[in-house]
Structure formats: structure tokens, C-alpha cells
């Protein structure tokens, strides 16, 4: 029950990301092309298809926990971990996951990490918590789960973060020829 929040917060990850891509799912389909062999517009309906999908799993999992939506939410970020490994490892021409319906981050080890880190906040509340609405498992936290909801909302942020705008970041550096060390 101690990671309720990141696990919290994947939820919201799911959810979001897989309404973005439900409603502009090119760039997803485009990423997922490179690894099969469907054209782009058949790979286009089945992203459409299993992103709305995700997005239901998403708030499923945000107002019911329970270990069967936990363990669902575990499997699907081992899935995503597994895809963005297996890119990785075929060293594929993967410029963008289309996590969130948009050209955003390429694939990364450290999307593979954060995924990882939210399949294993997801597996522990599988493996701890109760079936419960969100409702009586904030009723049962400090401060009515307040605290519980603002760290699990910056969790989703900086997961968001590290997700889609870090490459953001590494572009303007490379852009700005800015180095790591001291500047001189």
C-alpha cells in the first residue's frame, strides 16, 4: 500500500496518454510500423483501438484499485518497457514513442526505467491492496488523502516530464552548444 501514489499516478499517465493517442494516433502507428509489418493505416485503427483501451484501464484503475486492475496496469508499462527496449536493442529509427499522441521523446533507457518504476509501483499495489474506490481509500489517508493526491499529481507531472519533454531539453543544449562541466 506505500506506493498507492506512484501507482496513483501511473493511472493518470495511462489514462491521459491513452485518450491522447485515441484521438491522434499517427504517430504512435508511425513508431509501431518500424517494428511490424501492418500497413500505417490498419496500424493506425488498432492503435486507435488499444489506446482507448489504455485510457479506460487508466481511470479504471484510479477509481476502482484492486489487484486485478494494478496487475493490468503492471502488465501494460512492462509492455510499453519491453517495446521501447526492443527499439533500443534493434537500434530502430524510433525518433518518437508517441507516448501522448504527439511527436514527444525518442525512446530512451530512461523511458524503459520509468516504466519499469511504475510496472513495479503497480505489481505492489496488486500484490497489497484491496479492491476499493478511490473514495474510501482516501477516506482512509491523512487530511482526507490530500497529501496523497498532490504527491501522486506531482509524481504524474514529473513522470510526464521525463516522458515527453526531456528531449526538449537535450535539443536547446545541443542548439545553445552547451556542455556539461563548468562554464569558463
Known amino acids: 500500500m506505500e ?33 511490424v509489418t501492418l500497413p500505417l493505416a490498419t496500424t ?8 482507448g483501451a ?15 486492475t494494478a496487475g493490468l496496469v503492471a502488465c501494460s508499462y512492462l509492455g510499453f518497457a519491453g517495446f521501447v527496449s526492443f527499439v533500443l536493442v534493434r537500434g530502430g529509427p524510433l525518433a518518437s514513442c508517441g507516448c501522448f499522441g504527439r511527436p514527444d521523446t525518442p525512446a530512451t533507457r530512461l523511458h524503459v526505467v520509468v516504466d519499469l518504476a511504475l510496472a513495479g509501483s503497480a505489481a505492489a499495489v496488486a500484490a497489497s491492496v484491496p479492491g476499493q474506490w478511490l473514495t474510501s481509500l482516501l477516506a482512509q489517508q491523512p487530511w482526507g488523502g490530500v497529501p496523497l493526491v498532490l504527491a501522486s499529481g506531482a509524481c504524474a507531472w514529473l513522470s510526464y516530464l521525463v ?12 542548439l545553445l552548444g552547451v556542455t556539461r562541466g563548468p562554464v569558463s
Open 3 to 35: 506506493l498507492i501514489g506512484p501507482y496513483l499516478a501511473a493511472c493518470a499517465l495511462l489514462a491521459l496518454a491513452g485518450a491522447a493517442k485515441a484521438w491522434n494516433p499517427g504517430d504512435t502507428a508511425r513508431a509501431v510500423v518500424t517494428t
Open 44 to 51: 493506425r485503427r488498432l492503435i486507435r483501438v488499444g489506446a
Open 54 to 68: 489504455e485510457a479506460a484501464l487508466g481511470v479504471a484503475g484510479l477509481v476502482y484499485p484492486s489487484p486485478w
Open 163 to 174: 516522458l515527453a519533454r526531456l528531449s526538449d531539453l537535450g535539443a536547446a543544449r545541443r
